[in-house]
């Protein structure tokens, strides 16, 4: 299984980026797909997640309204658009895919469920 990020960098407040996360090694239309991020000095915080087959898509609180994950399955692809950034979006973003199949349960918002990618920095700063 790899999971490779992208898209970080530099962004001012209320900008936007796109991250993008290329999967490999298992049956992406298979698994749920989730977003969480790390600021420094933090612990690893869920940002969303959406199912196998792209039907439901699911947002901290924090970044409701602002942040939209989708998925290419053609692409085995993975994004998160992300709008009307702010200071505090600034963390190392991870993907993640989730550890078991559609066919199981799986609780979205919690970070043991996935298993997570190496990450790419977003900055929002001016």
């Known amino acids: 299984v790899q999971l490779v990020e992208s898209g970080g960098g530099l962004a001012q407040p209320g900008g936007s980026l796109r991250l993008s996360c290329a999967a490999s090694g298992f049956t992406f239309s298979s698994y749920a797909m989730s977003w969480a991020r790390q600021a420094p000095g933090k612990g690893l915080e869920w940002v969303s997640a959406i199912t196998s087959d792209g039907s439901n898509t699911y947002y901290a609180d924090s970044v409701k309204g602002r942040f939209t994950i989708f998925r290419d399955d053609a692409k085995n692809t993975v994004y998160l658009q992300m709008n009307s950034l702010k200071p505090e979006d600034t963390a190392r973003y991870f993907c993640?895919?989730?550890?078991?199949?559609?066919?199981?349960?799986?609780?979205?918002?919690?970070?043991?469920?996935?298993?997570w990618g190496q990450g790419t920095q977003v900055t929002v700063s001016s």
């Open positions: 993640g895919k989730a550890r078991r199949d559609s066919t199981w349960y799986v609780e979205f918002s919690s970070t043991p469920a996935y298993s």
